[in-house]
């Protein structure tokens, strides 16, 4: 393309892929539609430098492009242990658990991870999950990096650490690839060595959090976090040790397995909950240094990140404004009279965009 020629639309570019097969005769091995996805990925990327503020789209060299997505089929391509994928075939596959009655297979992603290939299946089923309602015993949960969670319950959870404890095993490998000469099969086989190393990290500190994840619902039916942007956070000098704990992976993982086990799962603003006693809410000035917070008003003492998890706490059964809706179980009034017409008050929806000016 020629600098000042316009970008072409997304449309365009789809018309176009007939006379480029034309033109490049391997585009015929791949289907039509994965090609389309790849189009659209494209143009969703680009949208995204011109509206969003996103960096300019990267162009995938050789072995970057690692996913394939087929987005319809006409029936069902799982067959026993089996993938019917479009010009591939019969695709052996270790079928995880097998597909659950009344969903039906809407697409199928191919991705590749190191050397190994995955298939996530995406299923629709025409159900309605309500949303968890407060209830039972809360939990206000404060993770950091001297501890990776500490619950108002005062359950303390070391960090695992998954990166740092492999770091001089990773410096090794990326040493040796470096020494390679790019594109050899010697230089394939230490980049697969480290892509494996990155995979093994990544696979451990998710089990990690899930499991975590699974033992908070255990502990009690509600669920409370601080409302942070980790983002932020990584950019700052404990950056690597941020991104080692995934914080924003973690609570992201506790929302969906609370969403999943019925539990009422919330966020409340973060500030000052180190700096404020839980007790007499009277605020404590402590470093980072000082771990135990002891509160000069009401002479409370218990751990710092114990402390902050009871404020977090004390902030999500203050958000809920329901009132005689924790430590109890809710009764269940489906069947009863109006009772569908009923909305509880945590729902209420805020009035966003007016100000007392506002003729609406």
């Given at each position: 393309?020629?600098?000042?020629?316009?970008?072409?639309?997304?449309?365009?570019?789809?018309?176009?892929?007939?006379?480029?097969?034309?033109?490049?005769?391997?585009?015929?091995?791949?289907?039509?539609?994965?090609?389309?996805?790849?189009i659209?990925?494209?143009?969703?990327?680009?949208?995204g430098?011109q509206?969003?503020?996103h960096g300019?789209p990267?162009?995938?060299?050789?072995g970057q492009?690692?996913?394939?997505?087929f987005?319809?089929f006409?029936?069902?391509?799982?067959?026993?242990?089996?993938?019917?994928?479009?010009?591939l075939g019969?695709?052996?596959v270790?079928?995880?658990r097998?597909l659950?009655?009344g969903f039906?297979?809407?697409?199928?992603?191919?991705?590749k991870?190191a050397?190994?290939?995955?298939?996530?299946?995406a299923?629709?089923?025409?159900?309605?999950?309500?949303?968890?309602?407060?209830?039972g015993?809360?939990?206000?949960v404060?993770?950091g990096l001297e501890?990776?969670?500490a619950?108002?319950d005062?359950?303390?959870?070391k960090p695992p650490?998954?990166?740092?404890?492999?770091?001089?095993?990773?410096k090794?490998?990326?040493r040796?690839?470096s020494?390679?000469?790019?594109?050899s099969?010697?230089?394939?086989?230490?980049?697969?060595?480290?892509?494996?190393?990155?995979h093994?990290i990544?696979?451990t500190?998710?089990?990690?959090?899930?499991?975590q994840?699974?033992?908070?619902?255990?502990a009690g039916?509600?669920v409370?976090?601080?409302?942070?942007?980790y983002?932020?956070?990584?950019?700052?000098?404990?950056?690597?040790?941020m991104?080692d704990?995934g914080?924003?992976?973690?609570?992201?993982?506790v929302?969906?397995?609370?969403?999943?086990?019925?539990?009422?799962?919330?966020?409340?603003?973060?500030?000052g909950?180190?700096?404020?006693?839980p007790e007499?809410g009277?605020?404590?000035k402590?470093?980072?240094?000082?771990r135990?917070?002891?509160c000069?008003?009401?002479?409370?003492?218990?751990?710092r990140?114990?402390?902050?998890?009871?404020v977090?706490?004390?902030?999500?059964?203050a958000?809920?404004?329901?009132?005689?809706q924790?430590?109890?179980?809710?009764?269940?009034?489906?069947g009863?009279?109006?009772?569908?017409?009923?909305?509880p008050?945590?729902?209420s929806?805020?009035?966003?965009?007016?100000?007392?000016k506002?003729?609406?």
């Amino acid at each position: 393309m020629a600098a000042g020629e316009k970008f072409p639309t997304e449309v365009n570019q789809l018309n176009a892929l007939p006379d480029a097969k034309k033109d490049f005769p391997r585009l015929v091995l791949v289907p039509s539609q994965v090609l389309q996805q790849a189009i659209k990925q494209l143009h969703r990327s680009w949208e995204g430098f011109q509206k969003l503020g996103h960096g300019f789209p990267r162009f995938k060299k050789y072995g970057q492009f690692k996913s394939l997505l087929f987005p319809q089929f006409k029936q069902s391509p799982v067959q026993g242990n089996n993938l019917l994928l479009p010009k591939l075939g019969l695709v052996k596959v270790n079928l995880h658990r097998p597909l659950p009655d009344g969903f039906t297979v809407k697409q199928v992603r191919i991705i590749k991870k190191a050397d190994r290939w995955y298939a996530s299946i995406a299923l629709q089923c025409d159900v309605n999950v309500p949303n968890s309602i407060p209830h039972g015993h809360p939990i206000g949960v404060d993770i950091g990096l001297e501890k990776f969670l500490a619950t108002s319950d005062g359950i303390l959870v070391k960090p695992p650490k998954f990166f740092k404890s492999l770091q001089s095993k990773l410096k090794l490998l990326q040493r040796r690839l470096s020494r390679k000469q790019k594109r050899s099969k010697n230089y394939e086989k230490a980049r697969i060595k480290v892509a494996l190393l990155h995979h093994q990290i990544d696979n451990t500190r998710k089990d990690f959090h899930f499991k975590q994840a699974h033992a908070l619902c255990d502990a009690g039916d509600m669920v409370f976090m601080e409302d942070l942007d980790y983002t932020v956070m990584a950019k700052g000098m404990f950056g690597k040790h941020m991104l080692d704990g995934g914080f924003g992976q973690f609570r992201t993982i506790v929302k969906y397995v609370c969403w999943k086990r019925d539990k009422f799962f919330g966020v409340v603003n973060a500030r000052g909950t180190s700096q404020e006693c839980p007790e007499c809410g009277a605020v404590v000035k402590k470093d980072l240094s000082v771990r135990v917070h002891n509160c000069p008003e009401c002479g409370f003492t218990t751990d710092r990140d114990v402390a902050a998890g009871l404020v977090i706490r004390n902030r999500g059964i203050a958000s809920i404004s329901t009132v005689g809706q924790t430590g109890i179980e809710m009764a269940c009034a489906d069947g009863l009279p109006g009772a569908e017409e009923t909305k509880p008050r945590s729902k209420s929806k805020t009035r966003k965009g007016k100000t007392k000016k506002s003729k609406l």
